[in-house]
């Protein structure tokens, strides 16, 4: 696909945007109904590719699972293909076999899973041999590299003759999506016990219950759709499907946009979101919203707020090194991302006003190409390999097309 340009609205914007279902969502729902021998009903799955891949890959009967890019698709197929027993070779695109999981193997080792690595060690690809239960169902696991580790462990737990123990450890980063995870659970019938002072969560042996599951929309595709209210001169948005108690921790937009200019009133279908007087500076720590930081920086340079971010470490691992791709691009919009402490403080500011038309690299990250298009109320902006939005949010850019000029 072609680079788009997107330019600013010619009128005040006023829309209701039916809002893409969430694929963190998704991908648990499609894990937890297999494992409750598909008996359930979903409703609300999200078409966004990685869920898509998720549903492929768990309908295959073909000896290779290559989720593509989809990182909770290859963390909580492993899981799953591992403790089911089933002979696998996981596999992904080349930046997946960039993204760790020996962290997940050497638990699902632990448990009594073979599991041999077919390229680096700690790296996909790798062969899944079959499982023989360990005896063993302690494991302590780092907290502070992915939650999807931690999700996929769980989730599977109930499946054990023992269950599971997690014991966490170092700072537990994504915390909200472990919250998600369990409460999916709860949905489909499980019973847990989480202390989360001793960062322990035990998940008993038992079984799910099949059960209709209806998908909230995403409120992390929601973000964009914050930023372009933000940054519009004139807006009205309502975004329907989400929910004021979501399972989502992408819902903190909510609070991070108060400060950014944008206010939310929940209504009955979703949430409407209207134009406030935003602040000059303020600070967030991102440990438990990881991919809400794009959304966040591009928006604060194009609107001239000065912002500390800190708890984005995570983001280095991504689909691209996300500190290294802002820090490429916001200086093509004026702005720069800068460390201020060694990994773990970062200030993203403007820095002048840009004089040409930008144009945006992606680097195969759907983020990236979301991140920056609503920079684009304020001035025309070019955003390379459009296509990237489909591993989460396919529709994107017809949306977007509902409130100004994209082509
Ligand atoms: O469990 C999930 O659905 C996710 C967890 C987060 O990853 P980490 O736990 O690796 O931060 C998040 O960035 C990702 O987009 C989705
Ligand atoms: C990090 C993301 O996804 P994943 O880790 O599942 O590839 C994301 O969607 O921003």
Redesign the pocket.
């Known amino acids: 696909m072609q680079a788009v340009t997107v330019y600013p609205p010619l009128a005040p914007i006023q829309a209701k945007i039916q809002l893409a279902a969430s ?1 963190s969502e998704s991908n648990r729902a499609l894990i937890i109904n297999a494992l409750s021998n598909f008996g359930g009903q979903l409703s609300n799955v999200s078409a966004a590719r ?1 869920t898509q891949t998720m549903l492929r890959l768990l309908q295959s009967s073909e000896t290779v699972a290559d989720v593509l ?4 698709t290859m963390r909580f197929l492993t899981a799953y293909f591992a403790v089911t027993g089933q002979n696998k070779t996981m596999t992904g695109t080349p930046r997946m076999c960039e993204r760790p999981i020996g962290i997940l193997v050497d638990a699902l080792r632990t448990l009594g899973a073979d599991i041999t690595y077919l390229g680096k060690d700690g790296y996909p690809p790798t062969q899944l041999n079959g499982f023989t239960y360990s005896g063993e169902n302690k494991v302590r696991i780092r907290g502070d590299v992915s939650s ?1 580790y931690i999700s996929a462990l769980l989730m599977v737990g109930p499946t054990l003759p023992e269950g599971i123990t997690l014991e966490l450890t170092g700072e537990v980063g994504s915390r909200p999506y472990i919250e998600m995870t369990l409460q999916q659970m709860v949905a489909f019938g499980a019973t847990f016990e989480a202390d989360w002072e001793q960062k322990i969560i035990r998940v008993p042996a038992q079984k799910y219950t099949p059960t209709h599951y209806q998908v909230e929309s995403d409120w ?1 595709g929601a973000s964009y759709w914050y930023s372009v209210v933000a940054l519009a001169e004139q807006a009205e948005v309502e975004l329907l499907g989400l929910k004021e108690n979501s399972l989502q921790g992408d819902s903190a937009i909510v609070d991070i946009m108060r400060q950014m200019g944008v206010e939310s009133t929940f209504t009955a279908q979703g949430v409407l979101l209207t134009k406030i007087p935003a602040q000059e500076a303020f600070a967030w720590d991102f440990t438990d919203c990881p ?1 809400l930081a794009q959304t966040v920086a591009a928006c604060a340079v194009a609107k001239g707020i000065t912002v500390t971010m800190t708890g984005i470490e995570s983001l280095k691992i ?2 691209t090194d996300r500190v290294a791709a802002l820090q490429a691009e916001l200086p093509k919009i004026g702005g720069e991302l800068v460390e201020v402490e060694s990994n773990t403080q970062y200030v993203v500011r403007r820095t002048v006003a840009p004089t040409t038309q930008p144009t945006i690299e992606t680097y195969d990250d ?2 990236m190409a979301m991140a920056f298009a609503p920079v684009g109320m304020v001035m025309p902006i070019v955003i390379e390999e459009p296509h990237v939005v489909a ?2 949010y396919p529709s994107f850019w017809e949306d977007l097309k509902k409130v100004t000029t994209v082509e």
């Open positions: 694929k990685d890019d989809a990182g909770t999807q992390s991919d991504k689909e759907h983020r591993k989460s």
